[in-house]
């Protein structure tokens, strides 16, 4: 495997190994890889952008930045063309960030430029899917019949497409709970068992929740009444918090009394800093799976 697009290009093999190899860059082994590596950011970015620039640090590998309105893109240049021109420049990976969905990418791949996607609009965001998985893993062990709820804009979340596949993948079931304006039409087409309409009834059902943000800036139209009562119907509040005996999961950016309350953000039961600090080591483990070889 030399580039990561999609999760659903990963087979239960290549997750076993990169969960291996995040477990042993936790624990502190050291690799040094050669080579350079552009950062791509369309969109704006925290954690993603910054745990990949220190996870090919640490590897040894040289990190380039470029951001929105600083690349040839703007004048017309197609995301294709930028590819091949940045291996022309002599980088050896991609890692990219955009606001479109890249699909069908096999044309992308075929470039013979190492590409990592960090984020393209509402399809993927497949590191994101391994740092949620791992975390998981490492409280739950194995996640044969855990139970993992959904709850929020899962309609416009490439987290969710690439974090429920995963956990499948290991055996647990998938819910989701939402605004019926915010959910998918075909729940049962995303591998989802159980849909919600009422928070209390999905939490009482869950093990894990993960809460995922209201992707406003893919909105075109009124899809919530007002964010006030979306928290009051779906947020996770410091009542159903310590009404709810399992996890809770957010990818980040946590919106604050639109998705949960802060103290649950940094809650006992919350593993929202874990998943932030564990994106450095997915990322290390994805760099080094798809670079290792040259
Ligand atoms: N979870 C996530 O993708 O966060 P950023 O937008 O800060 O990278």
Redesign the pocket.
């Known amino acids: 495997m030399r580039s990561l697009i999609s999760v659903l290009d990963l087979n239960r093999e290549d997750v076993l190994n990169l969960y291996q190899l995040f477990l042993d860059f936790k624990r502190g082994r050291r690799e040094k890889l050669d080579g350079s590596v552009m950062l791509l950011f369309l969109e704006?970015?925290?954690?993603?952008?910054l745990s990949f620039e220190k996870a090919c640090r640490q590897l040894g590998l040289e990190t380039y930045y470029a951001g929105k309105g600083e690349t040839s893109i703007d004048k017309g240049e197609t995301l294709l063309d930028t590819f091949r021109t940045l291996k022309y420049l002599g980088f050896d990976a991609v890692v990219f960030?955009i606001p479109f969905v890249l699909f069908p990418y096999q044309e992308y791949i075929r470039e013979g430029i190492v590409l990592v996607n960090?984020?393209d609009g509402t399809h993927q965001?497949p590191t994101?899917g391994l740092v949620d998985l791992f975390t998981a893993m490492e409280v739950f062990g194995s996640l044969e019949g855990v139970k993992v709820l959904f709850v929020g804009d899962i309609l416009h979340s490439r987290?969710f497409r690439s974090t429920a596949p995963l956990f499948r993948m290991m055996g647990a079931q998938i819910g989701i709970c939402g605004p019926a304006t915010l959910l998918p039409y075909d729940p049962s087409s995303l591998g989802v068992s159980m849909v919600f309409h009422q928070v209390e009834e999905g939490l009482r059902w869950a093990d894990l929740v993960e809460y995922l943000r209201l992707q406003k800036e893919r909105f075109k139209e009124n899809y919530i009444s007002s964010e006030r009562s979306y928290f009051a119907q779906f947020g996770m509040t410091k009542e159903r918090y310590e009404g709810f005996k399992g996890y809770v999961m957010h990818?980040?950016?946590v919106n604050l009394y639109v998705d949960m309350d802060p103290e649950v953000v940094y809650g006992e039961r919350s593993l929202v800093a874990e998943q932030v600090r564990n994106g450095v080591f997915v990322r290390m483990a994805v760099m080094y799976y798809l670079m290792k070889d040259g």
């Open positions: 704006s970015s925290t954690r993603t952008r960030r960090a984020g965001h994101q987290v990818p980040g950016p």
